[in-house]
């Protein structure tokens, strides 16, 4: 396997796995970037759900680094896991990885860490469960 994630150690099953449509190819040929933004927020708010025992809300990304772009016909797995927890918040590290190739190739194509708090029924933070 040719790649830039070769010597990663392995990682647990993706959150969530896609594969972009045509509509989803800007005018260079490449994924939107907001299209991939969207795949992992969506990936971190079932971690961050999941964590919570309930609603939850984005409300930041930090640090988030496009490396490589994602090209028509790669197959895209989103990783999340809880990197930092606070009282109501959470930091969710989600990776990319586009698989390329009939499967031979792994690229890292973006990561990103991204916060969110957890919400009551009124739409206001509330306390984590204990961990």
Same mark, same amino acid.
């Given at each position: 396997?040719? @790649?830039? *994630?070769?010597?990663?150690? $392995?990682?647990?099953? !993706?959150?969530?796995? +896609? +594969?972009?449509?045509?509509?989803? =190819?800007? $005018?260079?040929?490449? /994924? %939107?970037?907001?299209? *991939?933004? $969207?795949?992992?927020? =969506? #990936?971190?708010? /079932?971690?961050? &759900?999941?964590?919570?025992?309930? &609603?939850?809300?984005?409300?930041? /990304?930090? &640090?988030?680094?496009? =490396?490589?772009?994602?090209?028509?016909?790669?197959?895209? $797995? +989103?990783? #999340?896991?809880?990197?930092?927890?606070?009282?109501?918040?959470?930091? /969710?590290?989600?990776?990319?990885? #586009?698989?390329? @190739?009939?499967?031979?190739?792994?690229?890292? *194509?973006?990561?990103?860490?991204?916060? %969110? *708090? &957890?919400?009551?029924?009124?739409?206001? !933070?509330?306390?984590?469960?204990? #961990?």
């Amino acid at each position: 396997m040719t @790649d830039n *994630v070769q010597n990663l150690p $392995s990682r647990p099953d !993706p959150i969530l796995r +896609v +594969v972009p449509a045509p509509a989803d =190819i800007n $005018s260079n040929g490449h /994924i %939107f970037g907001g299209w *991939v933004l $969207s795949q992992m927020d =969506i #990936a971190g708010g /079932i971690v961050a &759900a999941r964590v919570a025992q309930g &609603a939850t809300a984005t409300v930041a /990304i930090e &640090a988030m680094e496009f =490396i490589a772009p994602i090209l028509l016909r790669d197959i895209i $797995s +989103v990783y #999340a896991h809880v990197e930092r927890r606070g009282r109501t918040s959470m930091g /969710i590290r989600i990776e990319v990885i #586009a698989t390329r @190739d009939r499967g031979e190739t792994e690229v890292k *194509v973006t990561e990103g860490l991204f916060t %969110f *708090v &957890a919400l009551d029924e009124n739409h206001r !933070p509330r306390a984590l469960p204990p #961990a």
